[in-house]
C-alpha cells in the first residue's frame, strides 16, 4: 500500500515551453501533496505543499507564478513549470501525506526535467 | 525552525558490518522522525520511522533509535549487504503539521 505515481519520469524540452507533471497517490486519499526539487547529490528541497481544494503554499524563494500546482482531488496534484529555462532543469518528486499512521510522507519515484 | 543535522556525509562498509548514520534536530517540539532510502535516479523510499513514544524500532536488519532528551536518533543496519547501498535522509517534524525538515544525506556504500 501507500504507492505514489508520477507522470512522466523524465521530460526533454525546448526552453520557453511549459511542462505538467502528475503525481497520484494510487491506493490512499493524500490530505496534503508536497512537491520537492533536488539536484544532483543534494538532499530535498521543499518547493510548496499543496492541500485539496486549496491554494498551495509555496516557499521563500520559489516563483508561484512559475510553478503553478494544482491539486484538484485527494489522489491527484500537478506540477506545471512555466516558460521554462535551462536553470529549471532538475529533478522533481513529489510526496503524498496521509493520516493513516499520523501523517507519513510517501514519495514518488522522480521526474527528471531537462530543458534545452 | 526545525534544524536537522545528518552525519557521516559519505560512508563505506564492507559487507557484512554494520552502519550506523546519526542525525540531530533542534525542536523538541518534533515527534515523528522518518528514514527513507533513495537509490540513484529514483524517489526516496520510507524504511523505517519512530515516534517520539518509543525509544527504538527493529525491522530485520535495520533498527532506528531516539533519544529525545539529547535531540538526536540514529539509522542502525546490520549485516549490511551491496543493495543496501543507497543516499539515506532522516526528517523530523510535528505530527500535528505537515512540513518534514528532511538531514542532508548520508551516501552509503557497502563494499563486497
Known amino acids: 500500500g501507500a504507492v505514489v505515481s508520477q507522470h512522466p519520469s523524465w521530460v526533454i524540452c525546448k526552453s520557453g515551453t511549459s511542462v505538467k507533471i502528475e503525481c497520484r497517490s494510487l491506493?490512499?486519499?493524500?490530505?496534503?501533496m508536497f512537491w520537492y526539487r533536488q539536484f544532483p547529490k543534494q538532499s530535498l528541497m521543499l518547493m510548496a505543499t499543496?492541500?485539496?481544494?486549496?491554494?498551495?503554499?509555496?516557499e521563500q524563494g520559489v516563483e508561484k507564478d512559475k510553478f503553478l500546482i494544482n491539486h484538484a482531488s485527494l489522489t491527484l496534484s500537478t506540477l506545471t513549470v512555466t516558460s521554462a529555462h535551462p536553470e529549471d532543469s532538475s529533478f522533481y518528486i513529489c510526496?503524498?501525506?496521509?493520516?493513516?499512521?499520523?501523517?507519513?510522507?510517501?514519495f514518488g519515484p522522480g521526474t527528471r526535467l531537462t530543458v534545452l | 525552525g526545525e534544524n536537522v543535522e545528518q552525519h557521516p556525509s559519505t560512508l563505506s562498509v564492507q559487507e557484512g558490518d554494520s552502519a550506523v548514520i546519526k542525525c540531530t534536530y533542534s525542536?523538541?517540539?518534533?515527534?515523528?522522525f522518518p528514514w527513507y532510502k533513495q537509490e540513484l535516479g529514483k524517489g526516496p523510499q520510507l524504511i523505517i520511522d519512530?515516534?517520539?513514544?518509543?525509544g527504538e524500532k527493529k525491522d530485520q536488519r535495520i533498527a532506528v533509535t531516539l533519544n529525545k532528551t539529547a535531540k538526536h536518533f540514529s539509522l542502525h543496519i546490520t549485516e549490511t549487504q551491496p543493495e543496501d547501498s543507497a543516499v539515506y535522509f532522516c526528517?523530523?517534524?510535528?505530527?500535528?503539521?505537515?512540513?518534514?525538515?528532511f538531514g542532508t544525506g548520508t551516501s552509503l556504500t557497502v563494499i563486497p
Open positions: 491506493d490512499f486519499q493524500a490530505t496534503t
Open positions: 526528517a523530523a517534524s510535528i505530527n500535528t503539521g505537515n512540513q518534514f525538515y
Open positions: 499543496s492541500n485539496e481544494g486549496s491554494k498551495a503554499t509555496y
Open positions: 525542536d523538541s517540539a518534533s515527534n515523528y
Open positions: 510526496s503524498a501525506s496521509t493520516m493513516r499512521g499520523g501523517r507519513t510522507q510517501y
Open positions: 519512530i515516534r517520539s513514544n518509543v
